[in-house]
């Protein structure tokens, strides 16, 4: 139980890595918060796992304005600000830049880039004035970051500004006993990459060392030791869970 008295609160919680996530932190002890755009789904998480560990919150993490209410929901329920935060919240918008839309361009870089700064901008601030010490902020990017697949112009640059604000904010919040990772994960098996036609998926599994797709649990558990103190010297750093693809 070493995250025992811990409060989380994971973003896109509704779903495959955040759903996740929010079992494995409730199994190692934390009360967590489970945010989504997708209140019913976020619900849902809370239902299997429990509510006795796990309370779901309507949340969307591209406005300021949602991302606030739920500092300050956080605060009225618990008396106290999280002090793990998990930006798992992310979309895709796959087209080749020719004809990328701006919609699709301005979407993906909403939830995936605006969105984890406001959550670690907001929750980070709330952490400093409630004298929280032994903060975790960890960020979601994308193997994708490193990789840059075609189709994925808009994907790849907001997960590979994830990884630049995850350094620069590490280096910001140090002082106040707040250290902020980013995982990089491959390919894992979650709703986002039914979307990934066959032959694509074919060619990731030739090219992964380990030849199967990830599963969300295999990310969860990097989450959880990043947010516990076995993690407490780790900080600013980008980790690749991806079975060795590169
Ligand atoms: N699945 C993969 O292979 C993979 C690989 C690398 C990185 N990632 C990243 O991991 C994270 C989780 O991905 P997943 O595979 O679990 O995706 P998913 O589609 O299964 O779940 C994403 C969740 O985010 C929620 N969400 C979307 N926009 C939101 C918003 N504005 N505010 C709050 N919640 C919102 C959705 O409702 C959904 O529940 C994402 O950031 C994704 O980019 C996934």
Do not use: W
């Not at 006795?52 to 956080?74: G, I, M, P, Q």
């Not at 959550?119 to 994308?142: K, Y």
């Not at 902020?180 to 066959?198: C, H, K, W, Y």
């Amino acid at each position: 139980m070493v995250l025992l008295g811990k409060l989380a609160i994971v973003t896109g919680a509704g779903s495959g890595i955040g759903r996740a996530t929010c079992r494995v932190l409730a199994r190692d002890g934390a009360r967590v918060i489970a945010a989504d755009r997708n209140l019913r789904a976020a619900e849902q998480t809370a239902k299997d796992i429990g509510i006795d560990h796990v309370v779901a919150l309507e949340l969307d993490v591209a406005s300021l304005e949602s991302v606030t209410k739920a500092v300050a929901a956080s605060i009225a329920q618990f008396k106290q600000p999280p002090s793990i935060v998990v930006n798992s919240a992310g979309i895709t918008r796959d087209g080749y830049l020719l004809k990328l839309t701006e919609k699709d361009y301005d979407d993906v870089y909403k939830v995936n880039l605006k969105g984890t700064f406001l959550m670690a901008q907001q929750f980070a601030r709330a952490m400093i004035e409630h004298h929280v010490r032994n903060g975790s902020i960890i960020n979601i990017s994308s193997i994708v970051a490193r990789i840059s697949n075609p189709g994925q112009a808009n994907y790849a640059a907001t997960k590979a500004g994830v990884i630049s604000l995850t350094e620069i904010a590490a280096k910001e919040f140090g002082k106040f006993g707040i250290r902020v990772n980013a995982i990089l994960p491959g390919f894992i098996n979650t709703p986002m990459v039914e979307v990934v036609p066959d032959k694509v998926k074919e060619d990731v599994l030739r090219r992964c060392p380990m030849g199967r797709l990830g599963r969300p649990e295999e990310i969860a558990e990097v989450i959880a030791f990043l947010a516990s103190e076995k993690a407490s010297y780790v900080n600013g750093s980008a980790i690749e869970v991806t079975g060795g693809l590169k």
